[in-house]
């Protein structure tokens, strides 16, 4: 019996031991999944402004051609 009860002696400190582990397991998970969420956003950010930047500029370029072809007296 003595055995016995160290095994499980063993056993339940080494299961303390895990479920510390998966507490701050958790806790880096979530803080990664924030970072990536916040990384997401930015990513639709950036690439709002380079269309709008790339919308502009292919504006600018139209109306540069049209006044270019119109004929001066």
Not at 11 to 17: D, L, M, V
Not at 37 to 64: D, F, N, Q, R, Y
């Amino acid at each position: 019996m003595d055995d016995t009860q160290r095994t499980l002696g063993e056993y339940g400190a080494q299961i303390e031991a895990m479920q510390v582990d998966m507490r701050e397991l958790k806790a880096d998970v979530k803080s990664m999944m924030l970072t990536l969420s916040e990384a997401k956003g930015s990513w639709k950010t950036l690439m709002g402004v380079g269309a709008i930047a790339g919308a502009a500029g292919a504006a600018l370029t139209k109306v540069a051609s049209l006044l270019s072809s119109i004929p001066l007296r």
